[in-house]
T-cell receptor
């Protein structure tokens, strides 16, 4: 079955430290890949997306993600975390060419930032 | 401001009552979606519509119905609410299927 796995439910990092959030997917083909961020009480905001081409993609707020086909992964990174980055992060995929076309989400990783 | 508008923002509903959650987008997107978000379960697709006039079932469609009479509106109806439908509901849209989705601010529904 198609699935998206975010292995870390909750991560705490110190402000200024680097961050990596993991995402793995299970599909027969390469899907389109996304990272979304959700602040408390808010909707989801798109951070970045990968469709094809360069496997390192840049997003908003200083985030980047790297697609690794061999590992079926699309990990999100940020070199220096700010307190305002505390939020929940969701990885999502959509299968290219799929008739349904809807996003399938991982269960999310909650990020806490220590001062 | 262009985007997705959901109404109401929150609602407390008695079990057994009928409720329609409204969703309107002004981006002329073809595809629209309804998700529910529950703690520890992430977002799960309830229903979707790839284009006006068509709808499809997602992962958790039971107890919900949708319609897509035009491009802009995609209401979600709970015919007879049950406590397990307590959740935060998000409407989303995308230019077309298989592209990134844009989300509304959500409707927090409590069924008592």
């Amino acid at each position: 079955a198609q699935s998206v796995t975010q292995p870390d439910i909750h991560i705490t990092v110190s402000e200024g430290a680097s961050l990596e959030l993991r995402c793995n997917y299970s599909y027969g083909a390469t899907p389109y890949l996304f990272w979304y961020v959700q602040s408390p009480g808010q909707g989801l905001q798109l951070l970045l997306k990968y469709f094809s081409g360069d496997t390192l993609v840049q997003g908003i707020k200083g985030f980047e993600a790297e697609f690794k086909r061999s590992q079926s992964s699309f990990n999100l990174r940020k070199p220096s975390v700010h307190w305002s980055d505390a939020a929940e992060y969701f990885c999502a995929v959509v299968l290219y060419g799929g008739s349904q076309g809807n996003l399938i989400f991982g269960k999310g990783t909650k990020l806490s930032v220590k001062p | 401001i262009a985007g997705i508008t959901q109404a109401p923002t929150s609602q407390i509903l008695a079990a057994g009552r009928r409720m329609t959650l409204r969703c309107t987008q002004d981006m002329r997107h073809n595809a629209m979606y309804w998700y529910r978000q529950d703690l520890g379960l992430g977002l799960r697709l309830i229903h979707y519509s790839n284009t006006a006039g068509t709808t499809g079932k997602g992962e958790v469609p039971d107890g919900y119905s949708v319609s897509r009479a035009n491009t802009d509106d995609f209401p979600l109806t709970l015919a007879s609410a049950v406590p397990s439908q307590t959740s935060v509901y998000f409407c989303a849209s995308s230019v077309q299927a298989n592209t990134e989705a844009f989300f509304g601010q959500g409707t927090r529904l409590t069924v008592v």
